[in-house]
T-cell receptor, first 112, second 111 residues
Framework: NAGVTQTPKFQVLKTGQSMTLQCAQD?????MYWYRQDPGMGLRLIYY???????DKGEVPNGYNVSRLNKREFSLRLESAAPSQTSVYFC???????????FGPGTRLLVL | QQQVKQSPQSLIVQKGGISIINCAYE??????FPWYQQFPGKGPALLIA?????SEKKEGRFTISFNKSAKQFSLHIMDSQPGDSATYFC??????????FGKGTRLSVIA
């Protein structure tokens, strides 16, 4: 089992460009999450999907959109990247929202 | 609004010493308190977790102490080793909602 995988590992964007971060899990989990991690700020929830077909905003959703493509895949889209979105992005999954979350290795995004 | 306050931000401990990281919360609906460990360049991974029906949980050198009345919980790492150097996050969850994380503590264990 690969667990939670994320692509790409690292990306550089120019302000205004768009991109999609991909996440997939092979643990048959129902719930998936996107976090961003910034120095001194901890892990902040951007969006989550409690189950296939549902998505909900987290603490910092502005500037992002998500798609729960199927049970395995949950993507995060930046429509018009801004330097404030420079961060490390983590995807996670869990059986249900109340259970242990398993994290992917992260995507490092630099917006110039 | 930070729902889980974690301290200290950084901690330096001698090898063999005890590392202590503290967290406090306000929401009395929280019913699950995990700690995550994150090594540089990796995603966080569950280390140990506690529910409020017990005051302490121990797994090897790692212990969570929980004080429900004070709404505080802490992670103790006994006999700290250089391999324990990492960032530690406390978290809390109430009902069927996602975890709320503290801001993290960077632990350095020096020989």
């Amino acid at each position: 089992n690969a667990g939670v995988t994320q692509t790409p590992k690292f990306q550089v964007l120019k302000t205004g460009q768009s991109m999609t971060l991909q996440c997939a899990q092979d643990m048959n989990h129902n719930s998936m999450y996107w976090y961003r991690q910034d120095p001194g700020m901890g892990l902040r929830l951007i969006y989550y999907s409690a189950s296939e077909g549902t998505t909900d905003k987290g603490e910092v959703p502005n500037g992002y959109n998500v798609s729960r493509l199927n049970k395995r895949e949950f993507s995060l889209r930046l429509e018009s990247a801004a330097p404030s979105q420079t961060s490390v992005y983590f995807c996670a999954s869990s059986e249900v929202p109340s259970e242990t979350q398993y994290f992917g290795p992260g995507t490092r995004l630099l917006v110039l | 609004q930070q729902q889980v306050k974690q301290s200290p931000q950084s901690l330096i401990v001698q090898k063999g010493g005890i590392s202590i990281i503290n967290c406090a919360y306000e929401n009395t609906a929280f019913d699950y308190f995990p700690w995550y460990q994150q090594f540089p360049g990796k995603g966080p991974a569950l280390l140990i977790a506690i529910r409020p029906d017990v005051s302490e949980k121990k797994e090897g050198r790692f212990t969570i102490s929980f004080n429900k009345s004070a709404k505080q919980f802490s992670l103790h790492i006994m006999d700290s080793q250089p391999g324990d150097s990492a960032t530690y996050f406390c978290a809390a969850r109430g009902g069927n909602t996602p975890l709320v994380f503290g801001k993290g503590t960077r632990l350095s264990v020096i020989a």
